[in-house]
Nanobody, 124 residues
Framework: QVQLVESGGGLVQSGGSLRLSCTASGFSYGYYAIAWFRQAPGQEREAVSCVSNSDTSTYYADSVKGRFTISRDGAENTAYLQMNSLKPEDTAVYYC?????????????????WGQGTQVTVSS
């Protein structure tokens, strides 16, 4: 059974940090690119950050560059999103997703598997 399980969300004050985790099972995690998307209330889901299967290429949305860092641990089948200097506008449900080609995409429909999401709320 394919699963992506996110954890690490919560409530944090502006300027604080959180680290999200995404643990994969049921598929060959090492071959897949991993991305983090987020969706704020009333808004479309957007790509926040992506990492290729080789861990050599990454993407960050302009809104998070310099604050967020994506990483992956092949031994643990887990990807992470370290979020620093959080702002109220970062408040959203964060989803991880896996994409079979191994490269990465900012397009939701390119992703094969999705987690259930974890809520991140940043208070001002």
């Amino acid at each position: 059974q394919v699963q992506l399980v996110e954890s690490g969300g919560g409530l944090v004050q502006s300027g604080g940090s959180l680290r999200l985790s995404c643990t994969a099972s049921g598929f060959s995690y090492g071959y897949y690119a991993i991305a983090w998307f987020r969706q704020a209330p009333g808004q479309e889901r957007e790509a926040v950050s992506c990492v290729s299967n080789s861990d050599t290429s990454t993407y960050y949305a302009d809104s998070v560059k310099g604050r967020f860092t994506i990483s992956r641990d092949g031994a643990e089948n887990t990807a992470y999103l370290q979020m620093n200097s959080l702002k109220p506008e970062d408040t959203a449900v964060y989803y991880c997703a896996a994409e079979a080609s191994g490269g990465f995409s900012e397009t939701e429909s390119d992703y094969d598997y999705w987690g259930q999401g974890t809520q991140v709320t940043v208070s001002s």
